[in-house]
């Protein structure tokens, strides 16, 4: 007979269907005891996971917080930017005194940087840096803003700070995507009519010597539209609400007093084979009705520029008065513009070299000039005499001084994609920073209510 307790001193006994625990194993721990621990350590780890996620999330939110109060510091900073924009344009001093109205530089800096450092810290940065991108320039149209608060963070009971920057940058831009905002850029001169449709006063002469060689080829030409103002435009639109027909208020070039819409459709051929040598333009060829008249362009009625006044702006060095004065009437487009150019380019400087290769006073890359037939870009007068070619040839493209602005700087391909100053920051300010120029020498008003704010980062 077996001593039951003898077995059990050796070990458990074995239950029906189970071996036996071997010996060694005696004094461990039970399977579900393992189990228990498991268990528990996977709690743990949950629990660290826990904490470490909420420290991210905590984290995350302490990033968008610092972004948002950046994006507001920018756009602060370039609202303070516009609003005192034009004054870098106003004369220094009138006869000798100094004028009330005159912003320099710095002055100018130091309020949109006192602006957006304040808008940060109401919403709660303390870390914040301030700069300007192009604060070299002239008129600097960008401002950054960059936020440095740390992320505190509690993890598993201990706190830790993590770094979080965040970065926005603003600009002020051209108003509009089709270059003027809607109601600007409007011809305001003086108006003809010819068959009971206004334009321009030159626009009405070179209609009537083209529309004498029309009649002696046994054409008839019919004006079926002439200048339309931003507010008929805006009616016409509102009745017909589809741009593939009706362009919207501040984007029709008939409000330049420059354009006609002409008939029967008989004409159209004689048009095509003869508009160019009367300086008229078929500006889309979709539309074989639509011609706009080509000379002058750069004055006020086609948006901003001279507006036949023959002194040049008080920017301009007397040695350059000449040949602005000569291109500008060689190739029929603003001395004014032309010279507010010059100074963004190369601040009228004739050996100006860019980091990108452009050349001289205008600044033409080797190719451009030599597809103009420019032989010396460094030589001032052979320069401002291509400049004012290239500018005749874009306004004539383009219809308008800021698009014909953003092709000589993007390049026309740009422009034509999007038919507007492509959101590109260096062409948006350089197109902005001749506006105000045109607008210092008296040759835009309300500049400044025409330039939107646009965060760009």
Known sequence: MVDRRRLADRGRLAEPGRLAAPDRLASGPREDGQALLLLVAAMCAALVAALVLGGVARGIGAKGRDQQAADLAAL???????????????????????NPQH???????????????????????QRVEVAFPDGDAFAPTRIRVTVRDPAVVEVAGRRRSAPVVAVAE??????A????????????????????????PDVALAFDRMAAAAARGGVSLIVVSGF??????????????????????GR????????????????????????????FVQRMSYEPWHYGFTLNAGTTAVGYGDDGRAGLPSFVPARYAAPLAAAAQRWNVSAALLAAQLYAESGFDAAAVSPAGAQGI??????????????DPFDARQAIDAQGRLMRDLLRRFGS??????AYNAGPGAVSACGCVPPYPETQGYVTRILGLLSGAGDSAGLATSLAVRLVR
């Open 170 to 175: 603003a600009q002020l831009a051209p108003g």
């Open 177 to 200: 995507t089709s270059a003027f905002a809607a109601g600007a850029g409007e011809y305001r001169g003086p108006l003809a009519s010819r068959q009971g449709k206004p334009m321009r």
């Open 252 to 279: 029709s070039l008939h409000r330049l007093g420059t354009e006609l819409d002409l008939g029967p459709a008989s004409a159209y051929g004689w048009l095509a084979a003869h508009a160019g040598g009367f300086h």
């Open 103 to 125: 912003l320099d530089r710095s002055a100018y800096l130091a309020a949109a940087r006192a602006r957006a450092l304040a808008t940060a810290r109401l919403n709660g940065a």
């Open 362 to 375: 205008a600044q033409f890359m080797p190719a451009t000039a030599h597809a103009l037939g420019l032989d």
């Open 228 to 249: 339309r103002s931003n507010a008929e435009q805006a009616r016409l639109f509102a009745a017909h609400p589809d741009p593939r027909w009706v362009a919207p208020p």
């Open 401 to 406: 001084v800021p698009l014909a602005l953003a």
């Open 76 to 98: 602060g900073g370039a609202r303070a930017m516009r609003a005192s924009y034009e004054r870098l344009f106003a004369p220094a001093a009138i006869e000798g005194v100094p």
